[in-house]
């Protein structure tokens, strides 16, 4: 059974960092795009960031750009989202999203971590 697994989120002050991970099991997912997406309280769930397999060219929200960045480690099958300078703004529920082979599409979900900022 596939899973996805968030972990790394917290409260953490304004300006602060954090660094969530994403570990999948079930399957490999070397050649699936991943992604992190957001969802703030009253708010639809929202894009941040994304990482092909494979090649793994990143595309970012504009509201993240220059502060977060998504990696991953095929051989651990987990990708990574690094977050920087972090504002109250971005706190939210995280998720990790993973597609099929050679897919654009995200088919599987993890449960979430919560990013509180204070500031």
């Known amino acids: 059974q596939v899973q996805l697994v968030e972990s790394g989120g917290g409260l953490v002050q304004a300006g602060g960092s954090l660094r969530l991970s994403c570990a999948a099991s079930g399957r490999t997912f070397r050649s699936s795009r991943m992604g992190w997406f957001r969802q703030a309280p009253g708010k639809e769930r929202e894009f941040v960031a994304t990482?092909?397999?494979?090649?793994?060219?990143?595309f970012y929200a504009d509201s993240v750009k220059g502060r977060f960045t998504i990696s991953r480690d095929n051989a651990l099958n987990t990708v990574y989202l690094q977050m920087n300078s972090l504002k109250p703004e971005d706190t939210a529920v995280y998720y990790c999203a993973a597609s099929l082979d050679y897919s654009e599409s995200y088919v599987y979900w993890g449960q979430g971590t919560q990013v509180t900022v204070s500031s």
């Open positions: 990482i092909r397999g494979n090649g793994g060219n990143t």
